[in-house]
């Protein structure tokens, strides 16, 4: 099966805790996302890569780090100093070559709840 | 800030009526996609619309982009109860490889 998971599905995280949200993907996909989706609202991203080793700072990234050390892998920490953490976190992943604005593939998301 | 607002933010009409959702954007766009998410889930590609297209098909889905209005629609004919779910739109163009969304229109079908 190919596709993108995310785990946990659920995670409840104490104040001032940092905790990491895990997203794989087999889809043999460049590019990699992480967007966070509040009640009623669009999708805001967060961080995205474009290839290992490298991403970028999306339009919400205060209180977020990212690693890209493999292709298939790019987990999200929730670290402290993010305020207002509660939410559903949505992974996605897209190829680059040929068109970068394609089509993306989501995973099944993480819904975090700070306690 | 979400370059695509969308209209109506909620819609809500009868098995076998058809649906029309509209979204509009700020800057030069490459494409423009539509998604759909049901509750609680991950969202699901639904169409592309480069933006040398004026209109295109796929099932009972029809986009439409205006370029000069900036701005697309998303027309489900013969809607089903299934259709339920919240509709997304995300234009692609204003930095490489990122789509910008849309706040989303809550489709709601009823048998």
């Known amino acids: 099966d190919g596709g993108i998971t995310q785990s946990p599905k659920y995670l409840f995280r104490k104040e001032g805790q940092n905790v990491t949200l895990s997203c794989e993907q087999n889809l043999n996909h460049d590019a990699m996302y992480w967007y966070r989706q509040d009640p009623g609202q669009g999708l805001r991203l967060i961080y995205y890569?474009?290839?290992?080793?490298?991403?970028q700072k999306g339009d919400i990234a205060e209180g977020y780090s990212v690693s890209r050390e493999k292709k298939e892998s790019f987990p999200l920490t929730v670290t402290s100093a993010q305020k207002n953490p509660t939410a559903f976190y949505l992974c996605?992943?897209?190829?680059?070559?040929?068109?970068?604005?394609?089509?993306?593939?989501f995973g099944p998301g993480t819904r975090l709840t700070v306690l | 800030s979400q370059q695509g607002e969308e209209d109506p933010q909620a819609l809500s009409i009868q098995e076998g009526e058809n649906a029309t959702m509209n979204c509009s954007y700020k800057?030069?766009?490459?494409?423009l996609q539509w998604y759909r998410q049901n509750s609680g889930r991950g969202l699901v590609h639904l169409i592309l619309i480069r933006s040398n297209e004026r209109e295109k098909h796929s099932g009972r889905l029809r986009v439409t982009l205006d370029t000069s209005k900036k701005s697309s629609s998303l027309l489900i004919t013969a809607s089903r109860a299934a259709d339920t779910a919240s509709y997304f739109c995300a234009s692609g163009g204003t930095s490489y490889g990122k789509l910008t969304f849309g706040q989303g229109t809550i489709l709601t079908v009823h048998p």
């Open positions: 890569s474009q290839i290992v080793n490298d991403f």
């Open positions: 800057t030069s766009i490459n494409n």
């Open positions: 996605a992943s897209s190829t680059i070559a040929g068109a970068p604005w394609g089509e993306q593939f």
